[in-house]
């Protein structure tokens, strides 16, 4: 068990917006340490796609989107594409753990 | 920036394995290198992390298993773990260890796998 939670998978046809949550609490997001998002493609190596909670390396389309209020961040993805289907994982620093979880992971489908 | 990592590991329970990540493109000891893995059809879990001066930092779930080390002279990172159990199977990758500890860039990831 994180002590980020994640839905397991959300979906979304062709061109629509989804958005995927990870709650946490006092002792990591709450605690304003930067939640980053990752996309791992099956078989792949995961890719950064967003960092600090807001910020995209370069490369990445700005159709990724990342948020925070409180204790909670999303990801969002507009103009769903197929080649989005993956594996999406938040991270953060927790305090009380001195390490960087990762969130249990959501599997996006695109129906 | 690459981090280029050793091969798949067969090892019997309670065994040991020793998984290196040698880098280059960039000045080795002033970031931190962070290990990660993933179980099979299982969520990525971070494991440890070693910093620019050298400290680590270890999960509470394989705390006393694992040791991460560097030789800076070779801008290489290693990642031990020991009493090794068939739950420990998993692809493990290292990664390096950004401001506010993303990543970048990571390893291809190696395949650990222990079997009887």
């Known amino acids: 068990q994180s002590v980020l939670t994640q839905p397991p998978s959300v979906s979304g046809a062709p061109g629509q917006r989804v958005t995927i949550s990870c709650t946490g609490s006092s002792s990591n997001i709450g605690a304003n340490y930067g939640v980053h998002w990752y996309q791992q493609l099956p078989g792949t190596v995961p890719k950064l796609l967003i960092y600090g909670n807001i910020n995209r390396p370069s490369g990445v389309p700005d159709r990724f989107s990342g948020s925070k209020s409180g204790t909670s961040a999303s990801l969002a993805i507009t103009g769903l594409q197929a080649e989005d289907e993956a594996d999406y994982y938040c991270q953060c620093y927790d305090s009380s753990l001195g390490g960087v979880p990762f969130g249990g992971g959501t599997k996006l489908t695109v129906l | 920036v690459q981090l280029v990592q050793s091969g798949a590991e067969v090892k019997k329970p309670g065994a040991s394995v020793k998984v290196s990540c040698k880098a280059s493109?960039?000045?080795?000891?002033?970031?931190?290198m962070h290990w990660v893995r993933q179980a099979p059809g299982q969520r990525l879990e971070w494991m440890a992390w070693i910093n620019a001066n050298g400290n680590t930092k270890y999960s509470q779930r394989i705390q006393g298993r694992v040791t991460i080390t560097r030789d800076t002279s070779a801008s290489t990172a290693y990642m031990e773990l020991s009493s090794l159990r068939s739950e420990d199977t998993a692809v493990y990758y290292c990664?390096?260890?950004?401001?506010?500890?993303?990543?970048?860039?990571w390893g291809q990831g190696t395949l650990v796998t222990v079997s009887p």
């Open positions: 990664a390096r260890g950004e401001s506010s500890n993303w990543y970048y860039y």
């Open positions: 493109g960039y000045t080795f000891s002033i970031y931190s």
